[in-house]
């Protein structure tokens, strides 16, 4: 597994990578044993998210256009906002299963420096995702008083959500800290990126555009548009 650390401006850096769908971590070892309550709940959350992130990837390409209608609409942007949850989330939760990683940095950073500020990020990660599944981890239990209500306990659903993916970060960044050997790998692409940062959106999307693709990497534009400075 390849992890790009991305340079989006003012000396800060993102890890970035991609997966297959055939190897989403949400299949294989993590399939849920359907015969427990949490198995199923787990099962409900996989398959909720796994549709979400295919409108989500299908309206990023363009595939699929916004539902006209107002309700159509509020269902969009929350699967819209699972699967942009997720894609946060899934580099680290696919580092819990690596042994050996390649990191993808700028030609012009050092390989000492890359690692370096590779696990400044995974430390920063590891901290910032053990506070959040401590709160979720509350509002599920919490969440417990709304058993009674008719249907599906959606707010126990969302925290379940939550605490998992949060789980499964905490895991990645610790697994990336203490486990992983890291192959650190020069890249003129991403020295480009760091310099087209602080050019304004429309005169650098086309340019961010190309780099991505000559990469390989289906949705950095967007990740890198979303993150840089200006």
């Given at each position: ?25 949400l ?10 309550f ?10 909720a ?15 699929i ?76 239990i919490?969440s417990?008083v ?29 697994q ?27 005169e ?9 693709e ?17």
């Amino acid at each position: 597994m390849d992890v790009f650390l991305v340079p989006v401006g003012h000396g800060r850096h993102e890890l970035y990578c991609e997966i297959a769908d055939d190897a989403d971590s949400l299949n294989g070892d993590d399939r849920p044993d359907e015969s427990t309550f949490f198995g199923r709940l787990k099962k409900r959350a996989q398959d909720a998210i796994a549709d979400a992130e295919r409108e989500w990837k299908d309206r990023q390409a363009g595939r699929i256009k916004m539902p006209t209608g107002r309700w159509g609409r509020m269902k969009a942007r929350a699967r819209a906002w699972v699967a942009e949850k997720v894609a946060e989330q899934r580099l680290l939760w696919h580092l819990r299963r690596q042994d050996t990683c390649g990191l993808v940095h700028a030609d012009d950073t050092s390989a000492d420096t890359a690692i370096v500020l590779m696990r400044a990020s995974l430390q920063r990660d590891f901290e910032r995702h053990r506070r959040w599944f401590a709160w979720h981890v509350a509002g599920f239990i919490a969440s417990g008083v709304t058993f009674f209500v008719p249907g599906p306990n959606l707010l126990a659903y969302y925290f379940f959500f939550r605490l998992a993916g949060h789980y499964l970060s905490m895991k990645g960044a610790r697994q990336g800290l203490d486990t992983v050997t890291w192959a650190p790998r020069p890249s003129r692409a991403l020295r480009e990126l760091r310099s087209l940062a602080s050019v304004p959106l429309a005169e650098r999307v086309d340019r961010v555009r190309i780099i991505s693709e000559d990469l390989g990497l289906e949705n950095l534009a967007t990740f890198f548009n979303r993150l840089a400075a200006v």
